[in-house]
């Protein structure tokens, strides 16, 4: 047996995205639905940081991080911007692909790997940055194990992770940022395209 490295790996860059990609992914979790605190990736280190107390209501309803390898760039803009149909120029957010990842069992921290299966995603635009939501389900779980699509899903899961997104970042009693919308929700097969660009992104990206 080789000696195990000496140092762990980068969630983003240092994780195999896995053989099966886009059908079964590995996936980084973040924050879950328990936490009250936003954690986020620090993407110099790779380690887990603090980025902002939730204080407020507005929890994530499902496992929520990001898919290693991948980058939300030109190419993931311009996909956006395509299907979208905008006569405005769409930049990719500049982040690894977003992943949510529904589950019937508690999983009460982030930081971890998991297997997931792509169901669908919402195409979000956040200030004219493409910041797509993809949606999976947990490899073997008893409850999602039959889903193949977003249509699979009861539409109240979809509705609760939509309102989310469109209001984890409001304050009350602060000045609206520009709104972010949800332009539309897609199937299984434009979500393996959206990863097919984000990891043609990430391969441009580190190329540089």
Not at 3 to 18: E, K, S, T
Not at 166 to 191: C, D, F, H, M, N
Request: net charge positive; aromatic share 8%; proline share 8%.
């Amino acid at each position: 047996m080789k000696n195990p490295p000496l140092y762990r790996a980068h969630p983003w860059h240092g994780v195999p995205i896995g053989d099966d990609a886009p059908e079964i992914l590995t996936c980084y979790v973040e924050i879950v639905p328990t936490d009250t605190v936003k954690f986020e990736i620090d993407k110099a280190t790779g380690i887990l940081k603090v980025d902002r107390p939730q204080k407020f209501s507005n929890h994530v309803p499902a496992l929520y991080g990001f898919i290693p390898q991948t980058y939300c760039g030109d190419g993931v803009g311009a996909l956006c911007a395509q299907s979208t149909r905008s006569k405005k120029k769409i930049r990719g957010d500049g982040d690894p692909m977003d992943i949510c990842i529904l589950t019937e069992r508690p999983i009460l921290h982030g930081d971890i790997l998991v297997r997931a299966r792509p169901v669908g995603g919402f195409k979000l635009i956040d200030r004219s940055e493409a910041d797509d939501k993809i949606i999976a389900v947990l490899e073997g779980d008893d409850v999602y194990a039959a889903v193949r699509d977003v249509r699979d899903i009861p539409k109240g899961i979809i509705d609760r992770l939509k309102h989310y997104f469109l209001t984890y970042k409001e304050i009350p009693g602060q000045k609206k940022s520009p709104p972010v919308e949800v332009v539309a929700v897609y199937g299984r097969a434009a979500a393996h395209k959206v990863i097919q660009q984000s990891i043609a992104d990430y391969r441009q990206l580190i190329s540089k």
